[in-house]
């Protein structure tokens, strides 16, 4: 069998993707009496491939994001444990709170794309 793969434009102008497979059909003699082809749509596939990538990329910036977040507020409370001076002491807090906030809105934010996505596909957007 010969495979090919290939993207066609659907006069509504939808790309797809196509699978194509042709193989002879022989009798039993051996005589090739034709070919048999398989079209295969390919487009949901390759859609969930791109979304999956998205989203491992996506993933990845976020436990970056994390990382960065975390290592701030763990920084901030080395120096505020540390310190004895209590106006510094008081910035720290904020400081760290304010890194907390950030760290929130990111997860807020990287929980919502899911979220946002199912809504537009229930709602046909």
Not at 43 to 48: F, R
């Amino acid at each position: 069998p010969q495979q090919l793969a290939l993207r066609h434009v659907t006069p509504s102008t939808e790309e797809r993707i196509l699978e194509i497979t042709v193989t002879s059909v022989h009798s039993p003699a051996g005589e090739i009496l034709g070919a048999a082809c398989l079209i295969n749509d390919q487009t949901e596939v390759a859609q969930i491939r791109r979304q999956q990538t998205l989203r491992g990329e996506m993933s990845a910036e976020m436990a970056l994001e994390l990382r960065n977040s975390l290592t701030t507020i763990s920084g901030y409370a080395q120096q505020l444990a540390a310190s004895n001076n209590a106006e510094l002491a008081q910035q720290l807090a904020a400081d760290i709170a304010a890194e907390a906030a950030h760290l929130d809105h990111t997860i807020g934010g990287f929980l919502l794309g899911p979220r946002a996505e199912k809504v537009g596909q229930l709602r046909g957007v």
